[in-house]
């Protein structure tokens, strides 16, 4: 730890480990496991609600009830995903590819204990990372400029072949239709509307989170009540210790590992978050796992890969936060205002000036994730009996919780309206063989690969060449075009 003297984490220490700021370290991963588990409420909404509350705490009171819910929230998505079918936010979309299909499967207990050990891994990595290198980490993320950005976009929609299923063709379909999507709403260059169809709900484009809930839960709600030989209750599910879950993490260390650093890597690039974290890494996790034929139909890498990657955003989103004073994602622009409470402004000189907070910051972080990982494996027990409720009662129940969590997003009643739209549509379009996965990759990468290939094009005015001459984008290019090689391979072989 080259950026922490021995004397400083000492002192870090001996102001962290005091029993009001572990309880306010149980609080916040508690407030942030509800604020995760509920479709509609994210971590962003719980640090955002509980920020205001801090005014009159110390910072480490502070620091501790809001990182609490920061690692709480991010792990908590994966359980409506894995046993509804319903991402808790965008960021465990990808887990539900998996997790669901293992619930399907009455192992959704082992995919419980796997999202559980899997994201405190990739939590605490991302720390050891930020404690060590966060400096070089934040010079390569200024590197990223809109050109970057526009081929990174570009290579994570080579996912769609990791997630399209049997049909390539069908999987790119859905990536377009996504595009599509994300094109609703006001042009940032022009300023005129596209797609709104004169409704002013529209102008700030498709809600991620609202689509989210429609594509994934309500569209799987429609297509088992329309099942003819639709069951009264989910396979019976079985027991899975965490010890052997434990063992299966370790079985696919290396995944774990390489999931974690996709994910802290990309945390740390402004604008980008878990979303795209957990989707790159379950990309790469396909390309590089070639005889994992159940990847996508219950495969536990998958949400190894998926958790890992998304909440090692957690930690790499706090390197461009405390070294530059930019954000990562969401939580860390709200957590900007917690620290401007304390009367600390983040930036270049903030680790220098505040060694003992930063190291202090890193520490409650650990204990964050150690809380998670002691109540999560406390509370898994339990919350595989929701599947046991016969479909008949269950189907509703969740049609009910779409509808909440999508008024929730921004208190609109026309979220709910398109919620139901596009989860009719999402009906419709599975039942013709089109996978809802790449329809979410599409409208999650397509504003960004827009926007920043239009700012680029602007600034180089409109030399082409600009993205072969940069290097990191060329390497990105080179790696987009293998993989897309690789991935028509693949499907012809199939």
Request: net charge neutral; hydrophobic share 55%; with cysteine.
């Amino acid at each position: 730890m080259e950026l922490i003297d021995p004397s400083v984490v000492q002192s870090a220490l001996a102001g962290v480990f005091q029993p009001m700021l572990i309880v306010s370290i149980l609080a916040g991963v508690l407030i942030g496991l509800v604020f995760g588990a509920m479709p509609g409420l994210t971590a962003t909404a719980g640090v955002a609600i509980t920020t205001p509350l801090t005014f009159g705490m110390g910072f480490e009171a502070a620091m501790a009830l809001l990182l609490g819910i920061y690692c709480g929230g991010y792990y908590a998505g994966s359980i409506p995903a894995i046993l509804l079918n319903t991402p808790g936010s965008p960021g465990n979309a990808a887990t539900s590819l998996d997790g669901y299909k293992m619930a399907l499967k009455g192992e959704a207990d082992r995919a419980l204990g796997l999202s559980i050990l899997a994201s405190v891994v990739g939590g605490v990595v991302s720390v050891l990372l930020l404690m060590t290198i966060a400096p070089f980490l934040a010079t390569l993320a200024l590197k990223f400029t809109s050109v970057e950005y526009a081929v990174f976009g570009l290579f994570g929609l080579t996912c769609v072949a990791a997630i399209s299923g049997k049909s390539l063709i069908k999987g790119i379909i859905g990536a377009v239709l996504g595009m599509y999507l994300g094109l609703v709403g006001i042009d940032q260059v022009s300023g005129m509307q596209r797609l709104t169809f004169g409704m002013p709900q529209l102008m700030n484009g498709i809600p991620l989170l609202p689509a989210l809930i429609a594509l994934f839960a309500l569209a799987e709600v429609l297509s088992r009540v329309t099942q003819q030989d639709d069951e009264s209750h989910l396979p019976v599910q079985q027991r899975y210790s965490a010890l052997s879950a434990l063992r299966e993490l370790l079985r696919h260390k290396w995944l774990t590992i390489k999931s974690s650093l996709i994910g802290t890597f990309i945390g740390i690039l402004p604008g980008t978050g878990p979303t795209i974290a957990a989707w790159i890494a379950y990309g790469e996790t396909s390309r590089s796992e070639k005889t994992d034929t159940e990847l996508g139909h219950g495969s536990p890498r998958g949400v190894i890969a998926a958790e890992s990657s998304n909440n090692a955003v957690t930690g790499g989103a706090l390197v461009p936060l405390l070294t530059l004073g930019i954000p990562g994602d969401t939580v860390t622009a709200v957590l900007i205002g917690a620290l401007l409470i304390q009367g600390i402004t983040p930036g270049p000189s903030f680790i220098g000036d505040n060694p003992i907070l930063f190291t202090q910051i890193l520490v409650l972080l650990i204990l964050a994730y150690l809380c998670v990982l002691v109540v999560a494996m406390a509370s898994r027990r339990w919350l595989p009996h929701i599947l046991s409720v016969p479909l008949p009662v269950l189907l509703p129940i969740i049609a009910v919780l779409c509808a909440a969590g999508g008024y929730s997003v921004n208190n609109l009643s026309f979220d709910v309206i398109l919620i139901a739209v596009l989860g009719l549509a999402g009906f419709v379009l599975l039942r013709v063989g089109i996978p809802m996965a790449p329809i979410v990759l599409g409208l999650v990468l397509g504003p960004i690969i827009e926007r920043n290939l239009r700012q680029a094009m602007t600034v180089h005015d409109m030399d082409f060449t600009v993205f072969v001459t940069r290097p990191i984008s060329a390497v990105l290019l080179i790696a987009t075009a293998f993989m897309i090689v690789w991935a028509w391979r693949r499907w012809s072989k199939a």
